[in-house]
């Protein structure tokens, strides 16, 4: 190849344009965050009833039902159908592990209980699930 034909290539380029910060200064505008503040969870409750709170009990509750839905115990809300992902079941009980050890000597006596209970029933239904 020459290097006329080299040049030719080379200022062919492409360019990049980042509009995130444009859509930065749209989001600190008032009337827009007035118009979308909170919108996304008034959308959910409309739809569902209010939510619960948010706190670490409720996030391993979750995580838990995600991994009931994996094991193949209750129907995916989604597609209304029981199907069962092993590999992932055992991906969201290990999850929920990890937290265990990560959050150790920072839970409440609550949050432990809770955590050590959801653990031991989903290895429980995960070893009876494998064995099938």
Do not use: W
């Not at 827009?32 to 948010?54: A, C, D, H, M, V």
């Not at 509750?61 to 994996?70: C, E, G």
């Amino acid at each position: 190849m020459s290097n006329d034909k080299k040049d030719e290539t080379q200022d062919k380029g492409f360019t990049v344009k980042d509009k995130r910060f444009s859509a930065r200064k749209e989001e600190s505008q008032p009337e827009f965050r007035e118009k979308n503040e909170g919108s996304f969870r008034e959308n959910i409750e409309t739809q569902q009833g209010p939510l619960p709170e948010i706190d670490f009990i409720h996030f391993i509750f979750s995580l838990s039902t995600s991994a009931f839905i994996q094991l193949g115990e209750i129907e995916d809300p989604f597609t209304k159908k029981i199907s069962k992902n092993l590999p992932l079941a055992k991906q969201t009980i290990d999850l929920i592990g990890m937290l265990k050890e990560k959050t150790k000597g920072n839970l409440t006596a609550d949050e432990e209980k809770v955590i050590e209970q959801v653990l031991f029933d989903l290895r429980m239904r995960y070893v009876k699930a494998v064995e099938k």
